[in-house]
């Protein structure tokens, strides 16, 4: 059974950078069967998918975020990374991991969630 | 990127059958997924494909598509499918999810 844990600071000030990991049990990174993703959702609204990362490392970011997002792979550690830049408070969010798989681009496997809030 | 239009809001007696569906242009190439979320909860993938459920999701939760529309039905509701229901779709490389329906079981 696949796992995933969602890691990171739960405030973050207006205009610094947003840092998460999201480690994998169960199930490995370096698989080529999955995308694994980053999606958030504000309180009380629905889900916005961030971005995801191949076993490759190819990237994939949606526009209205790509200019601030990075994710990035630890295939020795197991887990994945999301970075966010120059955060305002409309990035307060709860954010998941999760796993997408490659043929029918379901997300199958989803961590918790975190809150993480920006403010000063 | 499209995006997937979804009812705000559905109600269903319980014991009845209630469709919930998604219209987008990105659906007329690829299948949608489903997710049901409750409070406080991480959603959870109820329906995926042309019609797979994954395993331990009940049998009265079923899907279909037809042009540029997808739904889910719950034949059957019970009061414990009342939740958040989110569609989704690949859009070419991207990602896409409406912006969700609140199921409420009378």
């Known amino acids: 059974q696949v796992q995933l844990q969602e890691s990171g600071p739960g405030l973050v000030r207006p205009s610094e950078t947003l840092s998460l990991t999201c480690t994998v049990s169960g199930g490995s990174v370096s698989s080529g069967s999955y995308y694994w993703t980053w999606i958030r959702q504000p309180p009380g609204k629905g889900l916005e998918w961030i971005g995801y990362?191949?076993?490759?490392?190819?990237?994939n970011y949606n526009p209205s975020l790509k200019s601030r997002v990075t994710i990035s792979l630890d295939t020795s550690k197991n887990r994945f990374s999301l970075g966010l830049t120059s955060v305002t408070a409309a990035d307060t969010a709860v954010y998941y991991c999760?796993?997408?798989?490659?043929?029918?681009?379901?997300?199958?496997?989803w961590g918790q969630g975190t809150l993480v809030a920006v403010s000063s | 990127s499209s995006e997937l239009t979804q009812d705000p809001a559905v109600s269903v007696a319980l014991g009845q059958t209630v469709r919930i569906t998604c219209q987008g242009d990105s659906l007329r190439t690829y299948y949608a997924s489903w997710y049901q979320q409750k409070p406080g909860q991480a959603p959870i993938l109820v329906m995926y494909g042309k019609n797979n459920r994954p395993l331990g999701i009940p049998d009265r939760f079923s899907g279909s598509s037809s042009r540029n529309t997808a739904s889910l039905t719950i034949t059957g509701a019970q009061a414990e499918d009342e939740a958040d229901f989110y569609c989704s779709s690949r859009d070419s490389n991207d990602v896409v999810f409406g912006g969700g329906t609140k199921l409420t079981v009378l």
């Open positions: 999760a796993r997408i798989s490659s043929v029918w681009f379901e997300v199958g496997y």
């Open positions: 990362i191949y076993y490759s490392g190819t990237t």
